[in-house]
Nanobody, 122 residues
Framework: QVQLVESGGGLVQAGASLRLSCAGS????????MGWFRQAPGKEREFVAH????????YYTDSVKGRFTISRDNAKNIMFLQMNSLKPEDTAVYYC???????????????WGQGTQVTVSS
């Protein structure tokens, strides 16, 4: 069992950067592959990035490649999403998730955080 808490969201202008954090509780945090998802108003939750349990493998949706970087520190039970060159279309509630039950890009993860709002103004 693991509990996840996101932080780091906010209101920024286009072109700015933000770093989201996802703090996890429980000794099993380091054993779970994890991901970041986002949900804009009126849209379905969508995959953003994934990281393997060790941090050695990452995967991104095309729209954030080259701008976002996912990382984790298992010693501190924390995962990050560094977001650079933010665009208005990145505006959404961002969620972290752990322990996928199916393909990593689906929303079929066993554990979710409560979300943090990211708003990018033009």
């Amino acid at each position: 069992q693991v509990q996840l808490v996101e932080s780091g969201g906010g209101l920024v202008q286009a072109g700015a950067s933000l770093r989201l954090s996802c703090a996890g509780s429980g000794r099993t945090f380091s054993t779970y592959p994890m991901g970041w998802f986002r949900q804009a108003p009126g849209k379905e939750r969508e995959f953003v990035a994934h990281i393997s349990w060790s941090g050695g493998s990452t995967y991104y949706t095309d729209s954030v490649k080259g701008r976002f970087t996912i990382s984790r520190d298992n010693a501190k039970n924390i995962m990050f999403l560094q977001m650079n060159s933010l665009k208005p279309e990145d505006t959404a509630v961002y969620y972290c998730a752990a322990d996928p039950r199916s393909h990593i890009t689906t929303t079929l993860y066993n554990y979710w955080g409560q979300g943090t709002q990211v708003t990018v103004s033009s």
